[in-house]
């Protein structure tokens, strides 16, 4: 079992750049592929991206292709999303997971272990 923590979020303007990170402790991170997810207000639980164990296969959402870039670093046992050109609709508590496998996975119920969440919110 990995246990997540996701740090980074807070308040920006739109057009503006966030970096949330998700720190994995636990054994094996580098045996685990890792996705972003967000949840508004009202709404379902959304995926954002997905990257698979060694970081050589990412995916995206459509709504954020080209503006957010999914990473990691399994020395440090990192995962990061760099949110660039953020729009008022990306307002939401983002998620890390984390699915010991080694693809990249876009539903939330296939991945295992979950982060606690941090607030992003975009003003105009």
């Known amino acids: 079992q990995m246990q997540l923590v996701e740090s980074g979020g807070g308040l920006v303007q739109a057009g503006g750049s966030l970096r949330l990170s998700c720190a994995a402790s636990?054994?094996?991170?580098?045996?685990?592929?890792v996705g972003w997810f967000r949840q508004a207000p009202g709404k379902e639980r959304e995926f954002v991206a997905a990257i698979s164990w060694n970081g050589d296969s990412t995916y995206y959402a459509d709504s954020v292709k080209g503006r957010f870039t999914i990473s990691r670093d399994n020395a440090k046992n990192i995962g990061s999303l760099q949110m660039n050109y953020l729009k008022l609709e990306d307002t939401a508590v983002y998620y890390c997971a984390a699915r010991y496998a080694s693809g990249r996975y876009r539903v939330a119920d296939e991945y295992d272990d979950w982060g606690q969440g941090t607030q992003v919110t975009v003003s105009s």
């Open positions: 636990g054994h094996g991170f580098s045996s685990y592929s």
